[in-house]
């Protein structure tokens, strides 16, 4: 349904956003079934779409926060198959990325936790690599 609303809303930002939290729960439900591939698959293509309603809405906080979301959940996916590098590189974006948003949105004490969660987790793989 996501899919064919992006289609007749001709990339509507709002469609697009939609379809990148559609394929987020599939990856969701794909790594929770131990499906890694598949659940790469979805956070990629969730991702890709993210970096499209960023360039689409001038980099707006959602757009970043959202692309932040997906850069860590292609990081996640990327860590439990081993692939250490991809992992850290989707976290060290991640991490830019809430960094910057906490200029724009200094009332958001959520950003503090995630920046935190993205800190230990790029902390864990220098420890796994090392």
Sequence with gaps: ISRR???ITQDA?????????????VGNVA???????EARSSYRESLDIRRRLAALTQD??????DLSVSL???????????QLDEA????????LLVKRLR????S??????IENDLLAKLGAIGSIAA
């Design 5 to 7: 609303a992006v289609d």
């Design 13 to 25: 930002p709002q469609s697009l956003r939609d379809l990148s939290v559609s394929l987020d729960n």
């Design 31 to 37: 790594r929770d079934l131990g499906q890694l591939e």
């Design 60 to 65: 707006a906080p959602q757009s970043l926060r």
């Design 72 to 82: 860590d959940n292609v990081g996640n996916v990327a860590r439990d198959l081993g």
């Design 88 to 95: 850290r590189t989707c976290f060290t974006q991640a991490l």
């Design 103 to 106: 200029q724009v949105l200094a």
């Design 108 to 113: 958001d004490n959520t950003l503090e936790g």
